[in-house]
């Protein structure tokens, strides 16, 4: 019986320690579970936090493009730049509809802007001209575009392109003496950083004193002068070669380019860090390697994106230092996607780009019927639109047709190239459609190296990952355009808050805009159909307020990109181009003047802002008065004319009775006067009509006791006496369009006219169909090229030339 109960307790005892064990088992494989599903939710979380907030930022922060075909890049005084501007979505290249206003500036080498002008746009498509006066310097000039919502981002956004502008009635300035450091030299490590002991990509890009790239041949040395890596530059001065960097090592490169030499230090050398490195491996995949040195091992995530869309979110361990991801091609956007590394605590710490080779959608078929005309002959042109499949697809086109000369040569800038290439990397890039025009190996490698050496990325990951909707200073013109001022107390000097003003546009359309000022006396008058030189008239009520002074502000951006514009030299094999450029800039100004400055009328609404008067008095169907007094007395039923203490007044009267809230807002051509006496001062044989608004009518942060609105014969306020603290300035609304001129010869007496024709520009048009389009020859002869190029609702742009010799 003992023996029994002792083996029984054995049994129980060995039950229970395997209980223990088996209890323990399950503790630690709950607790490594635990403990893995707490790290695999905390690596996924820190991926989905970068995720929300990039997709946060940029659902706030909707970036646009603007391209400009301009119909070439080289004009003399008294010609016009004649330009197309095509607005477009900066993540899928469709037509964006949001800016109504794009801002035109030719600005010179000093950043100073010598013309503007702003363009109406429509669907995100607009076109202008500009005017190239006498005045004008020789030299080289930034041709820029922007909208104002570009203007709350960096200027390098801004389309920028540089034309050339020759003034043969002004001696060139002397050639600029070169110095002895006639190039430059930077270095980029592939990621952003050098580390020591890893070995990476070190990029650099070489370039001479206008900003072109230069072939160059180089060493880079340590402290001992031991050479340690040679390289060579590929194209356009850019190139990149293995680098190892030893541990506590300072390097600088010695660098040749012909018999010129210069000496540059490499980027620092950190002891901590990482390093990222990139390898298409050609097969649909991108290999990519991460390096750390002075680093716990841990978790570390690659954040992928192209034009801020989202392409890829992976994570991966540092394993003695080192980590691999491979990213599948086809999960990236075609043209430049930004690549950035982050570790644990959500800090950017690698970036570079890549760019994968868009898949062209539209071809543009554009040919002239011969490939040779006489002088003043008709030539026919045919344009057609196709997709990939080969069918016409629509697409909104602009074409140009100009002489190429010593002076002018074939312009290469385009909107494919633009749109995918130059609209996403810093600064100008040498030459863009070399990197479309072939594809290759040089080419593969020429493009990466410029992804190397310009990369750069469209915002802060600070700004970005601070998950705070983006505060902007400047409004999108997404109905026209915003004038912007700012209005001040006259006693204090201080900024005056909670001021009602009004904007007036005199004429004979009625134009008033009203604005309260915001705590920091700002005031934005949202207009509408602005168009043409103008005089705008801003006041306060100054039987209300009367100490405050208004400024209106600038519309044009005051930042500029880095961008520098080569040194401007005129060259002996184009002084004879220069001269015949010059004869048919002053002949086509003599003889077609009045034809150069036809101007379409914009189609607007011509009713005032308040819509449908309740009555519509034209005083020529009274008889005439003398007085204001008598006229609003004897004719106008809607009002009840009051003087107490020396003052007039208006009681307007509507269906339900008098208002009592005060006058009605009196307006003279648009201009409001709030002074009543000086309405009965207004000379009736000067006024057309009168429109009265017999009800209470409530307009922006204005609140009026009705609107009386009297037209003038002219539209130029009938000579009344403005108040003085009124803002009165001349300002230029959106520019009115020219028409462009092209003669004709379809009759033998028009082909025998003896007015000479000396177009250099043949043809021009910032809209064209389907169909031949047709212009003529002119006098000149010489090889002459056509550019025609545009983009579809879809987003897929498409360039086109042709040729033909005028004999």
Known sequence: MKTDILLKNGAIIKLYRSMIRTTAFLRVTLFILTSSLFSFNGKAQVIQEVQHSFNFYTQN????????HT??????????????VYGVDGNDHKALDLSKVVYIEIIDHHQNPVIQTKVNLKNGIGDGS???????????????????????????????????????????????????????????????????????????????????????????????????????????????????????????????????????????????????????????????????????????????????TVKAAMTANMVGGIAHFTLYKNTLGEGISALTLFNAAKQPVCERLYFKRPVQKMFIDAR????????????????????????????????????????QGLDQSNIYNYLWLSSELKGSIESPDYYFKAVNAETDEALDNLMLTQGWRRFEWNTVLQNKRPSFAF?????????????????????????????????????????????????????????GPNEIIIQANPVVDSTYRIEVLTPFSDQYSKTRLPDFKIYPNTLTAIQEHSVGAQVLNIYSGSYLKRFYTPVVDSSAFYGKPTSIYKLDDFTRFTTMEEDLREYVKEDNIVKSKGRFHIKVLTDRGFLDGGDPLVLLDGVPVFDINKVFTIDPLKVRK????????????AKEQGIFSFTTYKG???????????????????????????????TEVQASSRIPDFRNLLYWAPSIGKGPISFYTSDRAGKYAGVVQGITSDGDAGCQYFTFEVK
């Open 690 to 701: 009168l429109e009265v608004m017999a009800a209470i009518y409530y307009y922006g942060s």
């Open 71 to 84: 119909d070439k890049d080289t004009y003399l005084p008294g010609e016009e730049v004649w330009f197309k």
């Open 475 to 531: 409004l999108p013109e997404y109905n026209g355009h915003i004038i912007a001022a700012k209005i001040v107390n006259t006693a204090t000097h201080a900024p005056a808050k909670n001021i009602l003003t009004y904007l007036g546009i005199p004429g004979k359309r009625v134009q008033l805009y009203t604005s309260g000022s915001d705590s920091l006396g700002n005031l934005s008058y949202y207009t509408k159909d602005f168009y």
């Open 130 to 308: 500009i005017y190239i006066p006498v005045s004008i310097a020789n030299g080289n000039y930034q041709f820029r575009a922007y909208t104002s919502w570009m203007k709350n981002f960096s200027p390098d956004f801004y389309f920028e392109k540089k034309i050339t502008l020759i003034n043969p009635l002004r001696t060139p300035d002397a050639p600029v003496h070169e110095t002895s450091a006639a190039f430059s030299l930077q270095f980029f490590p592939e990621g952003g950083n050098l580390l020591s002991g890893i070995t990476g990509k070190m990029a650099f890009k070489a370039v001479d004193q206008h900003g072109k790239g230069l072939a160059v041949t180089g060493a880079v040395v340590d402290q001992r002068n031991d050479t340690v890596a040679r390289f060579k530059s590929l194209k356009f001065g850019m190139g990149s070669f293995p680098f190892t960097p030893a541990p506590n090592a300072v390097y600088k490169a010695v660098v040749f380019s012909g018999s010129m030499h210069l000496t540059k230090e490499l980027p620092e050398v950190n002891n901590k860090g990482y390093v990222m490195k990139l390898a298409d491996n050609g097969s649909g995949q991108l290999a990519i390697t991460v390096n750390s040195s002075g680093l716990p091992d841990g978790a570390i995530y690659l954040f992928a994106h192209t034009r801020q």
């Open 61 to 68: 922060a909707l970036q646009e493009k603007i391209f400009v």
């Open 368 to 407: 002239a019927d011969q490939q040779q005309y006489s002088l003043r002959k008709k030539v026919n042109v045919s344009v057609e639109a196709k997709g990939e499949s080969g069918k016409a697809v629509n697409a909104e086109l602009s074409m140009a047709v100009y002489r190429i000369d010593s002076l």
């Open 716 to 746: 130029d306020l009938g000579g009344i006496e403005l108040d003085p603290h009124a803002a009165v300035l001349d300002y230029e609304g959106m520019q009115l369009h020219r028409e462009f001129y092209t003669p004709v010869y379809d």
